[in-house]
Protein backbone atom coordinates (compact mmCIF):
# COMPACT_ATOMS: atom_id res chain seq x y z
CA UNK A 1 0.00 0.00 0.00
CA UNK A 2 1.34 3.25 -0.93
CA UNK A 3 1.17 6.49 0.96
CA UNK A 4 -1.01 9.74 -0.26
CA UNK A 5 0.98 12.11 -1.79
CA UNK A 6 1.52 15.25 0.58
CA UNK A 7 -1.05 18.38 -0.01
CA UNK A 8 0.60 20.90 -2.38
CA UNK A 9 0.81 24.53 -0.56
CA UNK A 10 1.64 27.77 -1.65
CA UNK A 11 1.96 30.70 -0.25
CA UNK A 12 0.98 34.58 -1.01
CA UNK A 13 2.87 36.63 1.45
CA UNK A 14 6.15 35.59 2.62
CA UNK A 15 6.79 37.96 5.73
CA UNK A 16 6.60 36.65 9.38
CA UNK A 17 3.57 35.10 9.56
CA UNK A 18 4.03 33.38 6.18
CA UNK A 19 6.75 32.11 6.95
CA UNK A 20 5.18 30.92 10.62
CA UNK A 21 2.11 28.93 8.74
CA UNK A 22 5.33 27.61 5.78
CA UNK A 23 7.35 26.46 9.08
CA UNK A 24 4.09 24.48 10.40
CA UNK A 25 2.96 22.95 7.43
CA UNK A 26 5.83 22.07 6.44
CA UNK A 27 6.62 20.18 9.87
CA UNK A 28 3.39 18.90 9.49
CA UNK A 29 4.04 16.79 6.38
CA UNK A 30 2.89 18.54 4.10
CA UNK A 31 5.07 20.06 0.56
CA UNK A 32 5.59 23.39 0.36
CA UNK A 33 5.58 24.38 -3.15
CA UNK A 34 6.09 28.10 -3.99
CA UNK A 35 5.56 31.41 -2.71
CA UNK A 36 4.76 35.29 -3.78
CA UNK A 37 5.43 38.60 -2.30
CA UNK A 38 6.80 41.42 -3.98
CA UNK A 39 9.84 42.42 -1.54
CA UNK A 40 12.86 40.51 -3.28
CA UNK A 41 14.21 39.93 0.44
CA UNK A 42 11.61 37.85 1.61
CA UNK A 43 11.42 35.80 -1.63
CA UNK A 44 15.14 34.85 -1.44
CA UNK A 45 14.45 33.92 2.60
CA UNK A 46 11.32 31.88 1.55
CA UNK A 47 13.33 30.08 -1.15
CA UNK A 48 16.35 29.26 1.06
CA UNK A 49 14.17 28.03 4.19
CA UNK A 50 11.84 25.98 2.03
CA UNK A 51 13.74 25.05 -1.26
CA UNK A 52 10.68 26.29 -3.02
CA UNK A 53 10.04 28.75 -6.17
CA UNK A 54 9.00 32.14 -5.72
CA UNK A 55 7.03 34.94 -7.62
CA UNK A 56 6.34 38.37 -7.49
CA UNK A 57 2.70 37.89 -7.89
CA UNK A 58 0.00 35.38 -6.94
CA UNK A 59 -1.14 35.13 -10.69
CA UNK A 60 2.18 34.32 -11.53
CA UNK A 61 2.77 31.52 -8.72
CA UNK A 62 -1.22 29.94 -9.36
CA UNK A 63 -0.38 29.61 -13.34
CA UNK A 64 2.84 28.02 -12.93
CA UNK A 65 2.42 25.66 -10.22
CA UNK A 66 -0.02 22.86 -9.28
CA UNK A 67 -1.15 23.17 -5.43
CA UNK A 68 -3.80 21.75 -3.32
CA UNK A 69 -4.09 24.91 -1.39
CA UNK A 70 -3.22 28.41 -1.03
CA UNK A 71 -2.26 30.63 2.44
CA UNK A 72 -2.76 33.75 2.19
CA UNK A 73 -0.82 36.62 4.69
CA UNK A 74 -0.46 39.58 2.64
CA UNK A 75 -1.59 43.05 3.97
CA UNK A 76 -5.49 43.24 4.28
CA UNK A 77 -6.30 45.10 1.11
CA UNK A 78 -4.45 42.27 -1.02
CA UNK A 79 -6.37 39.16 0.83
CA UNK A 80 -9.36 39.57 -1.89
CA UNK A 81 -7.12 39.37 -5.27
CA UNK A 82 -4.97 36.26 -3.95
CA UNK A 83 -8.28 34.18 -2.15
CA UNK A 84 -10.65 35.12 -4.99
CA UNK A 85 -8.11 33.89 -7.41
CA UNK A 86 -7.64 30.88 -5.97
CA UNK A 87 -10.86 29.53 -5.08
CA UNK A 88 -11.90 30.42 -8.63
CA UNK A 89 -9.29 27.64 -9.76
CA UNK A 90 -11.15 25.13 -6.79
CA UNK A 91 -7.73 25.28 -4.70
CA UNK A 92 -8.24 25.52 -1.30
CA UNK A 93 -7.49 28.79 1.14
CA UNK A 94 -6.21 29.70 4.42
CA UNK A 95 -6.54 33.24 4.55
CA UNK A 96 -5.42 35.08 7.25
CA UNK A 97 -7.87 37.70 9.53
CA UNK A 98 -9.97 40.46 9.00
CA UNK A 99 -11.43 38.52 5.65
CA UNK A 100 -10.55 41.77 3.72
CA UNK A 101 -9.68 45.85 4.16
CA UNK A 102 -13.53 46.54 3.46
CA UNK A 103 -16.70 45.02 3.99
CA UNK A 104 -17.34 44.55 0.25
CA UNK A 105 -14.19 43.29 -0.32
CA UNK A 106 -15.37 40.49 2.13
CA UNK A 107 -18.40 40.17 0.47
CA UNK A 108 -16.64 39.25 -2.85
CA UNK A 109 -14.37 36.65 -1.40
CA UNK A 110 -17.74 34.72 0.36
CA UNK A 111 -19.22 34.96 -3.21
CA UNK A 112 -16.36 33.58 -4.82
CA UNK A 113 -16.18 30.87 -1.90
CA UNK A 114 -20.12 29.90 -2.39
CA UNK A 115 -19.49 29.81 -6.01
CA UNK A 116 -16.27 27.46 -5.76
CA UNK A 117 -16.07 23.60 -5.31
CA UNK A 118 -13.33 24.73 -2.91
CA UNK A 119 -13.28 26.30 1.10
CA UNK A 120 -11.77 29.19 2.48
CA UNK A 121 -11.11 29.41 6.42
CA UNK A 122 -10.12 32.17 8.23
CA UNK A 123 -7.08 32.49 10.26
CA UNK A 124 -8.88 33.32 13.70
CA UNK A 125 -5.97 31.19 15.46
CA UNK A 126 -6.99 32.12 19.27
CA UNK A 127 -9.90 29.70 18.98
CA UNK A 128 -7.35 27.39 19.13
CA UNK A 129 -5.20 28.47 22.15
CA UNK A 130 -5.83 26.20 25.11
CA UNK A 131 -8.09 28.47 26.76
CA UNK A 132 -10.48 28.94 24.09
CA UNK A 133 -10.72 24.91 23.83
CA UNK A 134 -11.40 24.62 27.41
CA UNK A 135 -14.07 26.88 26.91
CA UNK A 136 -15.69 24.99 24.80
CA UNK A 137 -14.83 21.48 26.48
CA UNK A 138 -17.00 23.33 29.32
CA UNK A 139 -19.74 24.61 27.45
CA UNK A 140 -20.15 21.77 25.61
CA UNK A 141 -20.54 19.17 29.09
CA UNK A 142 -23.40 22.14 29.76
CA UNK A 143 -20.96 23.94 33.03
CA UNK A 144 -21.56 27.49 31.01
CA UNK A 145 -25.51 27.27 30.61
CA UNK A 146 -27.21 29.68 27.97
CA UNK A 147 -24.44 32.62 27.27
CA UNK A 148 -25.72 35.96 28.39
CA UNK A 149 -23.15 38.33 28.12
CA UNK A 150 -19.37 38.11 26.93
CA UNK A 151 -16.88 40.98 27.61
CA UNK A 152 -14.17 41.17 25.54
CA UNK A 153 -11.14 42.71 25.81
CA UNK A 154 -7.65 43.25 24.08
CA UNK A 155 -5.89 46.06 24.76
CA UNK A 156 -2.31 46.82 24.36
CA UNK A 157 -1.62 50.07 26.76
CA UNK A 158 1.60 51.12 24.01
CA UNK A 159 1.50 49.06 21.21
CA UNK A 160 0.98 50.93 18.15
CA UNK A 161 3.09 49.27 15.03
CA UNK A 162 5.36 51.34 13.72
CA UNK A 163 4.50 54.55 11.26
CA UNK A 164 5.09 53.65 7.92
CA UNK A 165 4.16 50.11 8.28
CA UNK A 166 1.01 48.53 6.55
CA UNK A 167 -0.85 48.61 9.90
CA UNK A 168 -1.07 52.01 10.11
CA UNK A 169 -2.14 52.64 6.63
CA UNK A 170 -6.02 53.19 6.16
CA UNK A 171 -5.77 51.99 2.10
CA UNK A 172 -3.50 48.90 2.91
CA UNK A 173 -5.42 48.25 6.55
CA UNK A 174 -8.81 49.28 6.21
CA UNK A 175 -8.28 49.95 10.02
CA UNK A 176 -6.28 50.37 12.93
CA UNK A 177 -6.69 48.09 16.11
CA UNK A 178 -10.19 47.37 15.64
CA UNK A 179 -8.83 45.65 12.45
CA UNK A 180 -6.23 44.54 13.70
CA UNK A 181 -6.70 43.23 17.09
CA UNK A 182 -10.23 43.83 17.99
CA UNK A 183 -11.22 41.41 15.36
CA UNK A 184 -9.69 38.71 17.78
CA UNK A 185 -11.48 39.68 20.40
CA UNK A 186 -14.64 40.37 18.46
CA UNK A 187 -14.48 37.03 16.29
CA UNK A 188 -13.89 35.33 19.87
CA UNK A 189 -16.93 36.87 21.57
CA UNK A 190 -19.10 35.87 18.63
CA UNK A 191 -17.49 32.25 18.82
CA UNK A 192 -18.09 31.94 22.38
CA UNK A 193 -21.70 32.93 22.14
CA UNK A 194 -22.37 30.66 19.21
CA UNK A 195 -22.55 33.34 17.08
CA UNK A 196 -26.18 34.56 17.68
CA UNK A 197 -27.44 36.96 15.03
CA UNK A 198 -26.00 40.49 15.44
CA UNK A 199 -29.32 42.73 15.42
CA UNK A 200 -27.23 46.33 16.68
CA UNK A 201 -24.00 47.82 17.08
CA UNK A 202 -22.81 51.26 18.65
CA UNK A 203 -19.19 52.38 19.33
CA UNK A 204 -16.67 54.72 19.20
CA UNK A 205 -13.13 54.57 17.58
CA UNK A 206 -10.83 56.61 18.86
CA UNK A 207 -7.11 58.34 17.73
CA UNK A 208 -5.98 60.08 20.81
CA UNK A 209 -2.49 58.44 22.25
CA UNK A 210 -0.84 57.77 19.12
CA UNK A 211 -1.22 61.76 17.70
CA UNK A 212 0.60 62.81 20.61
CA UNK A 213 3.66 64.78 20.05
CA UNK A 214 5.21 63.46 23.49
CA UNK A 215 3.88 59.71 22.45
CA UNK A 216 5.39 57.51 24.59
CA UNK A 217 6.50 53.60 23.39
CA UNK A 218 8.15 51.79 26.52
CA UNK A 219 8.34 47.96 25.59
CA UNK A 220 9.55 49.66 21.85
CA UNK A 221 6.71 47.93 20.19
CA UNK A 222 7.14 50.40 17.40
CA UNK A 223 10.74 51.44 17.58
CA UNK A 224 10.06 54.67 19.84
CA UNK A 225 8.92 55.85 16.65
CA UNK A 226 8.63 60.03 16.76
CA UNK A 227 4.75 61.30 15.56
CA UNK A 228 6.53 64.03 13.51
CA UNK A 229 7.96 60.89 11.18
CA UNK A 230 4.30 60.40 9.27
CA UNK A 231 0.47 60.39 10.03
CA UNK A 232 -1.43 58.02 11.97
CA UNK A 233 -4.32 57.47 9.76
CA UNK A 234 -6.07 54.58 11.89
CA UNK A 235 -7.64 54.21 15.37
CA UNK A 236 -5.67 53.23 18.37
CA UNK A 237 -8.89 52.08 20.50
CA UNK A 238 -12.45 51.57 20.09
CA UNK A 239 -15.43 51.22 22.61
CA UNK A 240 -18.26 48.98 21.43
CA UNK A 241 -21.57 46.95 22.45
CA UNK A 242 -23.21 44.79 20.32
CA UNK A 243 -26.71 43.62 20.68
CA UNK A 244 -28.28 40.02 19.67
CA UNK A 245 -31.13 38.78 18.40
CA UNK A 246 -31.23 36.02 21.02
CA UNK A 247 -30.84 38.60 23.93
CA UNK A 248 -27.06 38.21 24.19
CA UNK A 249 -24.82 41.05 24.43
CA UNK A 250 -20.97 41.79 24.47
CA UNK A 251 -18.35 44.46 24.56
CA UNK A 252 -15.57 45.21 23.27
CA UNK A 253 -12.79 47.12 24.59
CA UNK A 254 -9.64 46.72 21.52
CA UNK A 255 -6.95 49.23 21.73
CA UNK A 256 -3.08 49.60 20.63
CA UNK A 257 -2.31 52.66 23.33
CA UNK A 258 -4.63 53.86 26.11
CA UNK A 259 -3.69 54.90 29.10
CA UNK A 260 -5.00 51.30 30.94
CA UNK A 261 -3.37 48.69 31.66
CA UNK A 262 -2.91 45.90 28.96
CA UNK A 263 -5.76 43.35 29.36
CA UNK A 264 -6.40 40.40 26.72
CA UNK A 265 -9.05 38.68 29.19
CA UNK A 266 -12.46 37.75 28.04
CA UNK A 267 -15.51 37.04 30.47
CA UNK A 268 -18.22 35.24 30.03
CA UNK A 269 -21.66 35.36 31.76
CA UNK A 270 -23.61 32.18 31.37
CA UNK A 271 -26.99 30.87 33.53
CA UNK A 272 -25.16 27.69 34.91
CA UNK A 273 -21.82 29.89 35.99
CA UNK A 274 -19.04 32.28 34.10
CA UNK A 275 -15.88 32.06 32.51
CA UNK A 276 -12.74 34.09 32.63
CA UNK A 277 -9.50 33.56 30.13
CA UNK A 278 -6.84 35.12 28.52
CA UNK A 279 -7.53 34.99 24.22
CA UNK A 280 -4.02 33.10 23.67
CA UNK A 281 -3.31 31.30 27.27
CA UNK A 282 -3.35 28.03 29.03
CA UNK A 283 -6.12 28.41 31.46
CA UNK A 284 -9.61 28.74 31.69
CA UNK A 285 -11.42 29.70 35.44
CA UNK A 286 -15.20 28.60 35.25
CA UNK A 287 -16.96 31.03 38.00
CA UNK A 288 -20.08 29.59 39.97
CA UNK A 289 -21.85 29.71 43.59
CA UNK A 290 -22.95 26.67 45.77
CA UNK A 291 -24.98 25.91 48.78
CA UNK A 292 -24.44 23.03 51.72
CA UNK A 293 -24.05 24.52 55.45
CA UNK A 294 -22.41 27.61 54.27
CA UNK A 295 -23.17 29.17 51.00
CA UNK A 296 -19.69 29.58 49.08
CA UNK A 297 -18.10 30.55 45.92
CA UNK A 298 -17.09 27.72 43.48
CA UNK A 299 -14.33 29.01 41.45
CA UNK A 300 -12.11 26.19 39.39
CA UNK A 301 -9.30 26.41 36.84
CA UNK A 302 -8.75 24.22 34.91
CA UNK A 303 -5.52 23.90 33.11
CA UNK A 304 -4.62 23.01 29.24
CA UNK A 305 -1.68 20.80 27.45
CA UNK A 306 1.49 22.38 27.45
CA UNK A 307 2.51 20.97 24.42
CA UNK A 308 -0.58 22.65 22.38
CA UNK A 309 0.45 25.64 19.99
CA UNK A 310 -2.48 27.56 19.09
CA UNK A 311 -0.94 28.21 15.32
CA UNK A 312 0.13 24.92 14.79
CA UNK A 313 -3.25 23.24 15.85
CA UNK A 314 -5.21 26.13 12.98
CA UNK A 315 -2.39 24.56 10.10
CA UNK A 316 -3.35 21.23 11.50
CA UNK A 317 -6.86 21.44 10.73
CA UNK A 318 -6.87 23.64 8.08
CA UNK A 319 -4.23 20.45 6.58
CA UNK A 320 -6.44 17.83 7.42
CA UNK A 321 -9.48 19.72 5.73
CA UNK A 322 -7.30 20.14 2.54
CA UNK A 323 -6.21 16.08 2.84
CA UNK A 324 -10.03 15.10 2.99
CA UNK A 325 -11.30 17.76 0.52
CA UNK A 326 -13.44 18.51 3.09
CA UNK A 327 -14.33 22.18 4.95
CA UNK A 328 -13.37 22.82 8.50
CA UNK A 329 -16.76 23.82 10.27
CA UNK A 330 -14.45 25.92 12.59
CA UNK A 331 -13.58 29.39 10.92
CA UNK A 332 -15.65 29.65 8.23
CA UNK A 333 -15.84 32.49 5.68
CA UNK A 334 -19.76 33.09 6.85
CA UNK A 335 -18.57 34.05 10.36
CA UNK A 336 -15.66 36.05 9.29
CA UNK A 337 -18.06 37.70 7.10
CA UNK A 338 -20.39 38.33 10.11
CA UNK A 339 -17.43 40.08 12.01
CA UNK A 340 -16.50 42.35 8.96
CA UNK A 341 -20.12 43.25 9.25
CA UNK A 342 -20.07 44.08 12.73
CA UNK A 343 -16.61 46.13 12.62
CA UNK A 344 -18.11 47.81 9.64
CA UNK A 345 -21.31 48.60 12.04
CA UNK A 346 -18.60 50.09 14.47
CA UNK A 347 -16.88 52.76 12.25
CA UNK A 348 -20.36 53.63 10.93
CA UNK A 349 -21.84 54.37 14.67
CA UNK A 350 -18.61 56.27 15.79
CA UNK A 351 -18.84 58.45 12.44
CA UNK A 352 -23.00 58.74 12.92
CA UNK A 353 -22.63 59.09 16.58
CA UNK A 354 -25.66 56.56 16.47
CA UNK A 355 -26.67 52.80 16.93
CA UNK A 356 -26.47 50.71 13.57
CA UNK A 357 -28.49 48.16 12.83
CA UNK A 358 -27.40 45.40 10.54
CA UNK A 359 -29.76 45.11 8.57
CA UNK A 360 -29.72 48.88 7.40
CA UNK A 361 -26.06 49.04 7.47
CA UNK A 362 -24.86 51.73 4.80
CA UNK A 363 -23.62 50.36 1.44
CA UNK A 364 -20.57 51.90 0.09
CA UNK A 365 -19.90 54.31 2.56
CA UNK A 366 -17.45 53.17 4.91
CA UNK A 367 -16.28 56.31 6.75
CA UNK A 368 -12.45 56.57 7.76
CA UNK A 369 -11.27 54.10 10.42
CA UNK A 370 -9.90 56.93 12.07
CA UNK A 371 -12.57 59.56 12.06
CA UNK A 372 -14.82 59.85 15.56
CA UNK A 373 -13.40 60.79 19.32
CA UNK A 374 -10.60 63.00 19.99
CA UNK A 375 -8.17 63.67 17.15
Known amino acids: MTDEPAARIGFVGLGGMGTEHAQNLDDAGATIVAGADVADAARSSFAEAFD ?60 AKRASDAFCMVGFCNRFARSATLYRHCRQRGDIGEVEHVEANYVRRRGIPGLGSWFTSEELAGGGALMDIGVH ?15 EVTGQTRRTIGTSDDYADPDGWAGHWDTADGD ?19 SLEAAWATNRRSDKTIRVTGTEAGAELDISGDELTLLDAGTGDVDYFDDRTLSGSVDRNRHRAETDQFLTAVETDTPPEMNTVEEALTVQRVVEAIYCASKTGTAVRLE ?14 TE
Do not use: W
Request: glycine share 4%; aromatic share 4%; hydrophobic share 45%.
Open 52 to 111: AATYESHDALLDAESIDALVVTTPNRFHEAATVAALERDIHVLCEKPLAHTLESAERIAA
Open 360 to 373: ELPRNQRPNAAVGG
Open 185 to 199: ALDLALHFAGYPDVV
Open 232 to 250: LEVDDAVSAFVRCANGVTI
